[in-house]
């Protein structure tokens, strides 16, 4: 079976070879037709099962020249593309690898991806916290937008915005920042694990903090400074 199929690329490809010494404008057309259709469906193998019901790809290969001349390929084309992943503009590898008309080319294409990410429901003021009703999810090309976009509106609650932001904005790590549960100066309640058990005392916030972060907190019992971590408003963990 393989040898009738590989007989038959070869009468395929002096076929078209004759064709295209008596037509050749036309013919070539043809062919970089077909280079491009098998270029995309090599890309789209590549990606695999990654389309999904959030997520659908674009693949655009080209243009190529029709003024090309390339010989008829008695064998199956193959192609490479670059390693990791397949995103934006890349440069796919074609070669036949013919024994009597080798050649190779490479070949433009673009490849976009899109997601819903997390955008901006409407006008946000810098220094203003973000709620449920500010932020919403719109299908993007992720392929054109700067790193540090979010997918899970979760993850943007309560953070500040950086600065003012437009309606309809990919909300990025770069805009926002998290939200000072604990002010310096503020009293708070220090919770210490201890074998197991939790111990409750106050102290003195000696720094601002986010939720997850260390500061210095003074125990107001023993005046000892301890680092701990910013757990909620006005509460911080240390362990023992």
Not at 164 to 192: F, M, T
Not at 211 to 239: K, P, W
């Amino acid at each position: 079976m393989t040898m009738k199929r590989e007989g038959n690329h070869r009468l395929l490809g002096l076929t078209l070879a004759l064709f295209c010494s008596l037509l050749s404008i036309k013919c070539w057309s043809m062919a970089v037709d077909d280079l491009t259709a098998q270029a995309e469906k090599f890309l789209r193998q590549r990606i695999g099962s990654a389309d999904s019901a959030e997520t659908r790809f674009e693949i655009t290969v080209g243009p190529l020249d029709r003024r090309m001349r390339l010989s008829a390929c008695a064998v199956p084309l193959q192609f490479q593309a670059p390693t990791g992943e397949l995103l934006g503009r890349v440069s796919i590898k074609a070669s036949c690898n013919s024994s009597t008309q080798g050649w190779s080319l490479y070949i433009p294409a673009n490849v976009r991806q899109f997601r819903p990410v997390v955008v901006a429901a409407h006008p946000i003021s810098r220094g203003s916290a973000l709620d449920a009703s500010a932020i919403t999810r719109r299908q993007s090309d992720i392929s054109t937008l700067p790193q540090g976009y979010f997918t899970d509106p979760r993850q943007l609650l309560e953070q500040l915005a950086r600065r003012d932001i437009a309606p309809g904005e990919p909300l990025r790590q770069s805009l926002l920042q998290p939200q000072r549960l604990i002010k310096r100066g503020d009293e708070v309640v220090i919770l210490a694990e201890v074998d197991g058990l939790t111990v409750r005392s106050s102290g003195i916030a000696l720094a601002d903090g986010a939720a997850g972060a260390q500061i210095d907190i003074r125990n107001l019992r023993s005046e000892r400074i301890i680092r701990a971590r910013v757990h909620s408003a006005g509460t911080v963990m240390v362990r023992l």
